[in-house]
């Protein structure tokens, strides 16, 4: 096992594209799409990431697994997308009781506003690693 590199939030983007999230949280991995797809490319093996979905929360972490693939992704009403994803190892759905966008932003300062944000902060990043523990089933 190597190193951990890094931190990141990735917005699941499910306004703008259909079932994205739904994806993601079936097949344990982490997507962008179209335009954004490029941004998964940054992730590295044993990176951690926290998946963030509009108006709730943080509802996944996970670790990356591997490098990034390609394919193509067909969201609910057949449009196709460009999709980037790395597969994530030690997948925790907690979407039925999130780390709420409020405890995100007190927690770490930011409103996830762009695809992928990583954390610049270990320490803050641990914490929310950390508040995972009383929310898995």
């Keep these: 096992m190597g190193l951990i590199m890094g931190y990141f939030v990735l917005n699941t983007d499910k306004r703008y ?4 999230e739904e994806a993601m949280i079936k097949n344990k991995k ?5 335009s954004r797809a490029h941004q998964i490319d940054r992730l590295r093996e044993n990176d951690r990431i926290f998946l963030y979905s509009n ?3 943080i509802i996944v972490r996970g670790t990356a697994k591997g490098k990034f693939k390609e394919k193509e992704f067909t969201d609910k009403f057949h449009d196709v997308y460009d999709e980037h994803y790395m597969e994530l190892k030690n997948f925790e759905n907690i979407s039925y009781n999130p780390i709420t966008h409020e405890e995100l932003k007190n927690i770490t300062g930011i409103t996830p506003s762009q695809t992928l944000i990583q954390l610049p902060d270990e320490k803050v990043a641990e914490e929310i690693w950390g508040a995972f523990s009383g929310r898995t089933k």
């Design 17 to 20: 594209v259909p079932g994205a």
């Design 30 to 34: 982490a997507s962008a799409y179209g």
């Design 55 to 57: 108006e709730r929360g």
